[in-house]
T-cell receptor, first 114, second 114 residues
């Protein structure tokens, strides 16, 4: 089945130690998103790629970076994780064309910062 | 810009009882409307969507939602809740012009009592 796969599902890191989360998709969608979700809150969009075009949300901290080396893969890099960065990180994809934009989500990567 | 309100943070129902989760949106025209469900520790899954046409839409897992333009609402319903329906439910609204990224509500947590 076509899907969105996130790795790792669980990541434990130390304060200040860089972390990379990955996302791959077999849907051939041209848009990929990274969301941060803290407990019992709505997902918060960090940034997204429309094809190769990177779009950063205005309030996304500089500590968060992203790479999309090809259509199928996207990475979230947290350069110096703080305690406040502990959260679930959700990757999503969509096919941007005419009509509504339906997002397909991965299962998420839960980050713990010690 | 569009916005969405889910006025109930938590809803508790007994198994077998009916369910209605509320969602109100703000947008200058007819929006695209979505309901997503998130089980604990998982990503979001699309339950149903409204684009146009019949205002009563059917989704997966026995859920339905009704678009009411006069009330700017898109409430989610299920006639008989199962214990496995316990999850977080997110309403989202998408614009027909401008930004293609849907805006999520803060979510409603559904608790099901046996």
């Amino acid at each position: 089945d076509a899907m969105v796969i996130q790795n790792p599902r669980y990541q434990v890191t130390q304060f200040g130690k860089p972390v990379t989360l990955s996302c791959s998709q077999t849907l051939n969608h041209n848009v990929m998103y990274w969301y941060q979700q803290k407990s019992s809150q709505a997902p918060k969009l960090l940034f997204h790629y429309y094809d190769k075009d990177f779009n950063n949300e205005a309030d996304t901290p500089d500590n968060f970076q992203s790479r999309r080396p090809n259509t199928s893969f996207c990475f979230l890099d947290i350069r110096s994780p703080g305690l406040g960065d502990a959260a679930m990180y959700l990757c999503a994809t969509s096919s941007r064309g005419t009509g509504a934009n339906v997002l397909t989500f991965g299962a998420g990567s839960r980050l713990t910062v010690l | 810009a569009q916005s969405v309100t889910q006025p109930d943070i938590h809803i508790t129902v007994s198994e077998g009882a009916s369910l209605e989760l509320r969602c109100n949106y703000s947008y200058g025209a007819t929006p695209y409307l979505f309901w997503y469900v998130q089980s604990p520790g998982q990503g979001l899954q699309l339950l149903l969507k409204y684009f146009s046409g019949d205002t009563l839409v059917q989704g997966i897992k026995g859920f339905e939602a009704e678009f009411k333009r006069s009330q700017s609402s898109f409430n989610l319903r299920k006639p008989s809740v199962h214990w496995s329906d316990a999850a977080e439910y997110f309403c989202a609204v998408g614009a027909r012009g401008g930004s293609y990224i849907p805006t999520f509500g803060r979510g409603t947590s559904l608790i099901v009592h046996p």
